[in-house]
């Protein structure tokens, strides 16, 4: 599977961006998709995950209540709203495919986006 991620910008704090992904090559319906972060320097981080069929969702504490993640299975698209942006929101963010759910971990995910920056001035 191809993931291509979009909807990055610059935003202003306490705003609001929605990333979305886009699969090809196979239905992101066989995947576990989630969504992380790099800021450069730093290691890569959770964001957020939603199992296959879109019932269950896990969060980074960082982003709880401020970010959610859907899906849409028939355009094989996830996305991730983000309101209430702060400036340590500011990143690079990728989207992932994976095979099995496990709360938070990188390892699962087989299938790498290409990255959108998301910055928010302060």
């Known amino acids: 599977v191809q993931l291509q991620a979009s909807g990055g910008g610059l935003v202003q704090a306490g705003g609001s961006l929605r990333l979305s992904c886009a699969a090809s090559?196979?239905?992101?319906?066989?995947?576990?998709m989630g969504w992380f972060r790099q800021v450069p320097g730093k290691e890569r981080e959770f964001v957020a995950q939603?199992?296959?069929?879109?019932?269950?969702?896990y969060y980074a504490d960082s982003v709880k209540g401020r970010f959610a993640i859907s899906r849409d299975n028939a355009r094989n698209t996830v996305y991730l709203q983000m309101n209430s942006l702060k400036f340590e929101d500011t990143a690079v963010y990728f989207c992932?495919?994976?095979?099995?759910?496990?709360?938070?971990?990188?390892?699962?995910?087989?299938?790498w986006g290409q990255g959108t920056q998301v910055t928010v001035s302060s």
């Open positions: 939603i199992s296959r069929s879109g019932t269950n969702t």
């Open positions: 090559g196979r239905p992101s319906s066989d995947y576990v």
């Open positions: 992932a495919a994976g095979g099995r759910w496990s709360t938070g971990s990188q390892s699962v995910y087989d299938h």
